[in-house]
């Protein structure tokens, strides 16, 4: 089955400093789903990436599309205590019938004031 | 508010019993989607419906069934409950079977 491994586990940084977390998968992907989660919450979209080599942006955080399609990144620029929560990956492989959109285990993030 | 309600937010039921959880997707989206969240376990994909349909399935228990209604929400039925069956599910839906999927606040069922 398919499978998407989200780097960093988790991750402690300081209040202003830029954040990468990335996912890598072990079949094609022909979209990526970017998410965060607060505790108690469900999981609020992103970013949406439907092609190769896409790169989009919303507000700080950019995310892209990886050219072999296999591999996704997530950026935070500037953190704020806000940003705190487990930031998730999601994929859809292509073709077929597979709607299935696969999650990775997330990474939670900890930003200190 | 991403427009997905889901209910109840909270249930707690006994062993052996069984509980419907129910999802009401944004206005317009066909495709609903259902997955079990748990501590060690990550977001698990249980099973996808479009527009009343099947679509895909993912390690759902046979315990556990769904279907999505001509009024497009769908619900959850988890029989024969056990303790391992707490966690949290959340529905999502989204317009067609691949644009973006938006979630719901999820159930949260305890199993005592």
């Known amino acids: 089955g398919q499978q998407l491994n989200q780097s960093p586990q988790s991750m402690f940084i300081q209040e202003g400093e830029d954040v990468s977390m990335n996912c890598t998968s072990s079949?094609?992907?022909?979209?990526w789903l970017w998410y965060k989660q607060d505790p108690g919450e469900g999981p609020v979209l992103l970013i949406a990436?439907?092609?190769?080599?896409e790169l989009t942006s919303n507000g700080r955080l950019t995310a892209q599309f990886g050219i072999t399609r296999k591999d996704s990144f997530l950026n935070i620029s500037a953190s704020i205590p806000s940003d705190v929560g487990i930031y998730f990956c999601?994929?859809?492989?292509?073709?077929?019938?597979?709607?299935?959109?696969?999650f990775g285990k997330g990474t939670l993030l900890t930003v200190n004031p | 508010d991403s427009g997905v309600t889901q209910t109840p937010k909270h249930l707690i039921t006994a062993t052996g019993q069984r509980v419907t959880l129910r999802c009401s997707p944004r206005?317009?989206?066909?495709?609903v989607y259902w997955y079990q969240q748990s501590l060690d376990q990550g977001l698990q994909f249980l099973i996808q419906?479009?527009?009343?349909?099947?679509?895909a399935k993912g390690n759902i228990l046979e315990r556990f069934s769904a279907q999505q209604f001509p009024d497009l929400h769908s619900e959850l039925n988890l029989s024969s409950l056990e303790l391992g069956d707490s966690a949290l599910y959340f529905c999502?839906?989204?317009?067609?079977?691949?644009?973006?999927?938006?979630f719901g606040q999820g159930t949260r069922l305890t199993v005592v």
């Open positions: 419906y479009y527009n009343g349909e099947e679509r």
């Open positions: 079949s094609i992907f022909n979209t």
């Open positions: 999502a839906s989204s317009a067609l079977t691949e644009s973006e999927a938006f």
């Open positions: 206005s317009g989206d066909l495709s």
């Open positions: 999601a994929g859809r492989a292509t073709g077929g019938s597979n709607y299935k959109l696969t």
């Open positions: 990436l439907y092609k190769a080599g």
